[in-house]
């Protein structure tokens, strides 16, 4: 039998309990053999819980106990969940973890840390919750070159903005609603509607694509936050609809580019009709093309049936499982990386007559024009023209309140 830890008893540590139980039969079969969890680690006081006798408030308990071999976290964060999972790791046993923000910050440094223990650290779970996206990458996609990643991958702003599309909603009443479902923090939801969440999870895949550590500190990322019913609006005249894409290009002579920001989608486009909490990541391979990956981005049980899936692979492969999952540490970049192609651009500005658009901003047309407001679509320019335009139209006593690229079909 195996015996497995989890750190942190949380939404998706507590998942993993409840799928190791509801499907140990399956779980037994596809492992080799039995899977139980021994123990869990978290501070809180679990005294009255029918599964006191599991807990443990010392990582010293899961290190000391031979028959451990792989460890599960799903505590969030750094400050606690990665000094551990290095000790783990250091100890010769498997990590499987949910935490973006670690896989992200630290995940080159980790990786080689479990290939010199002899041990795997596999993190499914930490894009696209329970829809598979990094094995599929690593495995079935290894004959491929990735060259683009294209993806919703934050339920909480897609959900969001599918709201204040069907139900002309503005932003900050879309977010109440979201915040009341417990798809978005009611303290701070910044991670979410800020892009930082996107953001960790695309500097996650990049690495994977590009074969060195992408830190999410040089991804440019904004949020939904500027968005209103206008532009939504606005966006259904240009037959598309506004999602916050998080992207990936390897570019031309190793001119890579990563970001995340609001961007129109084509109704062309198969990210245009992904709605509510789902997430959807579309690659580019040169041998494959496009290929999609759809499913629900979050929730207990499909996060948690995504790390027990890796706690079955790190059973089955262990260190193996790096022969094909892995990428190499990199220095950290000065400055962010910039977008230096073109696109159609759509901009909404402030105190500026559109009549005087096409003088500043060029060929395009107007999209709108009310309330002191007017919006534009430019025909093709690259970010670095975009913000000249700024600068024009702020002589002119404008201001440009929104800026946002289309996205090709």
């Given at each position: 039998m195996a015996k497995i830890a989890i750190m942190g008893f949380g939404t998706v540590g507590s998942g993993v309990l409840e799928v190791c139980r509801r499907n140990a039969a399956s779980i037994a079969r596809r492992a080799g053999e039995p899977v139980e969890v021994k123990y869990i680690l978290d501070v809180r006081d679990f005294s009255a819980s029918p599964d006191a006798a599991l807990f443990t408030n010392s990582i010293d308990t899961i290190l000391g106990d031979p028959e451990v071999k792989v460890v599960v976290e799903t505590i969030g964060g750094t400050k606690f969940a990665y000094p551990y999972v290095r000790q783990c790791l250091e100890s010769g046993r498997s990590v499987c973890t949910s935490n973006k923000e670690m896989v992200a910050t630290y995940g080159a440094e980790l990786l080689a840390l479990a290939k010199e223990h002899n041990a795997a650290f596999l993190f499914e779970a930490s894009v696209g919750g329970g829809t598979p996206i990094i094995t599929p990458m690593h495995q079935?996609?290894?004959?491929?070159?990735?060259?683009?990643?294209?993806?919703?991958?934050?339920?909480?702003?897609?959900?969001?903005?599918?709201?204040?599309?069907?139900?002309?909603?503005?932003?900050?009443?879309?977010?109440?609603?979201?915040?009341?479902?417990?798809?978005?923090?009611?303290?701070d939801p910044g991670d979410d509607v800020d892009g930082r969440d996107a953001c960790r999870k695309i500097a996650i895949l990049a690495s994977l694509a590009c074969g060195h550590h992408v830190y999410p500190d040089n991804i440019p990322a904004r949020g939904i936050r500027d968005i209103t019913v206008a532009d939504i609006q606005a966006a259904e005249k240009l037959d598309?609809?506004?999602?916050?894409?998080?992207?990936?290009?390897?570019?031309?002579?190793?001119?890579?580019?990563?970001?995340?920001?609001?961007?129109?989608?084509?109704?062309?486009?198969?990210?245009?009709?992904?709605?509510?909490?789902?997430?959807?990541?579309?690659?580019?391979?040169?041998?494959?093309?496009?290929?999609?990956?759809?499913?629900?981005?979050?929730?207990?049980?499909?996060?948690?049936?995504?790390?027990?899936?890796?706690?079955?692979?790190?059973?089955?492969?262990?260190?193996?499982?790096?022969?094909?999952?892995?990428?190499?540490?990199?220095?950290?970049?000065?400055?962010?990386?910039k977008d230096e192609a073109v696109y159609p651009w759509y901009i909404r500005v402030s105190g500026v007559s559109a009549a005087l658009l096409p003088s500043v901003a060029g060929a395009g047309h107007t999209v709108f024009e009310t309330g002191g407001q007017a919006a534009y679509l430019v025909d093709a320019a690259n970010a670095a023209q975009i913000e000249e335009i700024g600068k024009k139209i702020e002589v002119l006593g404008g201001k440009v309140e929104l800026a946002m690229k289309k996205l090709a079909e």
């Open positions: 079935c996609l290894a004959a491929n070159h990735i060259s683009k990643i294209q993806g919703i991958v934050n339920g909480t702003t897609n959900f969001m903005l599918t709201k204040m599309k069907r139900e002309n909603m503005g932003f900050d009443e879309a977010l109440k609603i979201a915040q009341q479902l417990g798809y978005a923090e009611t303290k598309a609809a506004i999602k916050l894409i998080a992207w990936y290009d390897e570019g031309k002579n190793g001119n890579m580019a990563a970001g995340v920001e609001p961007m129109l989608v084509s109704n062309a486009n198969q990210l245009a009709g992904v709605d509510d909490v789902f997430n959807a990541v579309l690659m580019k391979g040169d041998m494959l093309g496009d290929v999609v990956f759809y499913g629900k981005g979050a929730g207990k049980l499909p996060t948690a049936s995504a790390v027990v899936a890796d706690v079955i692979d790190a059973l089955k492969d262990g260190v193996h499982v790096h022969d094909s999952l892995f990428w190499k540490p990199a220095e950290k970049l000065d400055g962010q990386l």
